[in-house]
């Protein structure tokens, strides 16, 4: 048997006795913040497990105030010469900053809306399990003359913050991820499933849907670049909508004056059947109820039926505003300012398998990969498909298709969806780790721009 040590993270008081103490170092305005990870990790490829990992991380982020000017420093190390040396790298790195003049106050305590975003299971799932788990997948794969590659990810995390006003906000978490990529000769199929409770990871019924997707891809054809009637699965509309957040939803963005919403609040920017809300309470989404400000978080309305209706704030940008913050603040130092990082896209009425039939002549996605921004302000972004990109014709998938280049405007996509799914599911971004629930939408016109060769 393979044991791990317990996972444990530090216990609410002793963090609020740790940030206290690290507060206490400073006569000046402070802000502390305390990040913990414990994370584990089974990897498999060419059907076999070949990695099993587990890391611990911890740390200590400060960020002192002399005047309108901020300094901010961190350090991984908890003894009381580490902290001495924080407290001074922090206010030497004031001492060189520019001023400010938006920086005010610091938030003072507030109440928390209370989150459960902790599962036992999942934070003390062991390797075995974990194996066990790919084993589900690694043998179908097998039998079926194929190879898979992926990961299985488990663990906790905490965030801790506290300031010099007297708030102190304390939040435990955990996640889980299970990734797989199957490949045949030709051919691959792939899914990726995030979830505060790892049990929810059906290891065996997501593979088998890996596996599907690579025999009905196989001996792809090339389809000619154009606009087509699209099918796009949960993963691809997150996608494209995890840009909206990236390039205009945050408010520092629309003061600079490069949001996508600069002159269009208020007006409609996409189809009415849209709604976009940024809200860490779903329980789909893996957010926190607090910010890194310890600020509460709110639900915050982005889109509603097509039009646009807000932005997410920080202290800052509120302050610039005359407004108060959504709780939405980045650990510092943050050049970005504000990012929603729980949004979530309202469901519709379908299914994909009724999109399909819904469609004469189009192409299934099932995930956009190596995207990048043309247009901000637009909205214009490329990419590519991959893993699983189908031929429709008269209502059915009839094969496998080359990968396909897509150029398009986000905002245009959603106005052209004529059909959205019923039920929505979490993506979650490893680069930024924030998260995007969206439903499977059915687009016409989806305009593709080359072809690949594989």
Known sequence: MN?????????????????????????ERA??????????????????????????????????????????????????????DLVERARAM????????????????????????????TAECSPDERAEAVRRVIDPVKKAGMVVAGALSTGSNLVA????????????????????????????????????D???????VLGHKAIEKARVSARPVAMPAGKYTVVLEENAVAELVAFLGWTGFGAQSYQEGHSFLNGRLGQKITGERITIVDDAFDARTLGMPFDYEGVPKRRVPLIEGGVAKGLVHDTISAKRDGVTSTGHALPPPNPEGPLPYDLVVGTGEHTVDEMIAATENGILVTRFWYNRVVDPRNTVITGMTRDGTFRIENGKVVGGVRNLRYNESVLDVLARAERIGKTALPTVFDYTRNCVVAPAMQVRDFNFTGVTEF
């Open 198 to 204: 790892w049990r929810q990871l059906d290891t065996g």
């Open 3 to 27: 044991v791990e040590p317990a996972n444990t993270l530090l216990a609410e008081g002793e963090a609020q006795k740790l940030l206290k103490s690290v507060l206490g170092r400073c006569p």
């Open 31 to 84: 802000e502390a913040i305390y990040l913990e990870a414990d994370e584990a990790l089974t990897r498999f490829a060419n059907n076999h497990v070949h990695q099993n990992v587990r890391s611990r991380r911890r740390s200590v982020v400060l960020r002192l105030f002399l005047g309108k000017r901020a300094g901010v420093a961190s350090t991984s190390r908890l003894d009381a010469q580490a902290l001495d």
């Open 161 to 196: 913050v506290a300031n010099t006003a007297g708030v102190f906000a304390y939040f435990p978490s955990t996640a889980s991820n299970f990734t797989c990529t199957v490949m045949a000769d030709d051919s691959s199929g792939w899914v990726d499933v995030h979830a505060r």
């Open 94 to 121: 004031a001492e060189l900053s520019p001023e400010n003049p938006d920086f005010g106050d610091l938030p003072p305590p507030a109440a928390v809306q209370r989150l459960a975003g902790y599962v036992d299971a």
